[in-house]
């Protein structure tokens, strides 16, 4: 019952009387339940036993069979240097050692100190199959805080697949999508968000983006989301001694402390939820369209952005006519880009697929670079693309500047409230390349972004750390109001228990498989 009330609702090293007290209770009302619905002693033992304890996730913990020994490709299936087969478990060892056999007969599998590695070979119905390298984890010292054996072998799918089958046979059990990092986090070897962040540094699409995942993963954000659980742990604290004991003459808290801490966490998250669009665009990019009518230069662009000859550039208007995709890193920030068809009226009916779809990517994108031709006096395509993109995030790009006869041939006003960045240069030119990776870098926010600060990874995340910045506004709302110190601290249960889920201290078991649903075998 201690344990259960200290996971429930933090106190303040001063509140352990109140916590007893509540303990005590609570141990009372189970006792007369007991009586009254003849509840057994081995239902109170198992109420007991479910409550958290250490570093650990109990509960969660009961619906994976963590006596179960698992194995698994680490490694990405098909042919390369080498694959990497993974086990863990209390088994571990056992299995290893009816699978691998080390080349010194004197050494033993069952002897093997962790962090350390023995040479051999592995087995498969007892023929001698391929060279092995066996790296040793004795628990709790190694990723998933179990027994951990990797084996390591030629890259291959024969081999991989083999070596898998063997230790199958030997024992160990299949693992399922994300179980080591699932086990690391019920062994309380990471945190629920450093689990996310796992996920993430395989799926980062550059190195600021993996960076930030990085961090995530050595606990940045969950420092971060720590310090401000902590200071708002103080406040109701102090809160709820002052309510709940007058008698002890606890002394209220100093109104403009109070108004101070709470506008202080409340900005604190803020700053977190302000930068989550950023760090989803570092980790995962950002779907762009090129967008503009013919000629005007789009496949010119996406080649140069591409660095290779990706679209077929000719001076015939109408040359593309289907979307055109590459992945590239432009400055900071990684781009998912489309070229599209010129947008005009036509008759054409494979031209005019072409600029449906073009209009259906324009309605997608994350970011629109309109292509105008700077050379050129606008069109009525031009102003109508330019009334489009108001109140998108866009780039006007007035291309062509070198072939530009005279200043202000492109009446450039009609841009003006419709997007947020306009950036004049030729396509033609590699320094156009750098000039356009400012322009986005500083429109996606990725340009002043700490990658090692710890940043919002999930939606998940970014929920908990809205509804925490809710309840403090509600309490900032309620002192405005003139309500009680007891409304005050309501707002501020609220918005702990919002970063308790956050950092998975107090999240569910659906929450838990969202996660992790994500993963792939063998991480």
Known sequence: CLHYEKSRRPFGANQGRRLFACAALRCLLFFWAALCYNVSDFEFCDFLRRAPVGGGRMGEAAMLDLNRTICALATPPGEGGIAVVRLSGPAAYPVAERVFRPANPAKKVAEAKGYTALFGHYLLDGQRMDEVVALFYRAPHSYTGEDVVEL?????????????????????????????????????????TQAEAVMEIIGAAGRQGAALAAAQLGGALAGRIG????????????????????????????????????????????????????????????????????????????????????????????????????????????LNLWDTAGLRETDDVVEAEGIRRSNQKFEEAGLILAVFDGSAPATEEDRALAARCKGRRAIAVLNKEDLTAAPGVFDQTLLEGCFDRVVTLSATEPAARDTLAQAVDSLMGTAGLDPNAGALCS????????????????????????????????????????LCRLTGEDAGEAVIDQVFSRFCVGK
């Not at 002394?251 to 998250?269: M, N, S, T, V, W």
């Not at 496949?299 to 109408?318: C, D, K, Q």
Request: hydrophobic share 45%.
């Open 227 to 334: 310090a401000i659980q902590a200071d708002l742990t103080e406040l109701a604290s102090h809160l709820a001694a002052w309510v709940d004991f007058p008698e002890e003459d606890v002394p209220e808290l100093e109104p403009a402390r109070l108004d101070a801490a709470l506008a202080g966490a409340e900005a604190r998250l803020q700053q977190l939820i302000d930068g989550y669009g950023a760090g989803a665009v570092l980790r995962h990019g950002v779907d762009t369209a090129i967008i503009g009518r013919p000629n005007v230069g789009k496949s010119t662009l996406l080649n140069l952005l591409a660095g290779f000859e990706r679209a077929i550039v000719t001076p015939v208007a109408g040359t593309t006519r289907d979307l055109v995709e590459q992945a590239v890193m432009l400055g900071q920030t990684p």
């Open 152 to 192: 390591s072998c030629h890259g291959g799918r024969a081999m991989a697949d083999g070596l898998v089958q063997a230790c199958l046979k030997a024992g160990a059990a299949p693992a399922g999508p994300g179980e080591f990092t699932r086990r690391a986090l019920e062994n309380g070897r990471m945190s629920l």
């Open 459 to 498: 939606q998940r995340q970014l929920a908990a750390a809205v509804a925490a910045r809710d309840a403090l506004a509600g309490a900032r709302q309620a002192r405005a109001d003139g309500f009680d110190l007891d409304a005050v601290g309501v707002c501020l249960d609220d918005a702990l228990e919002a």
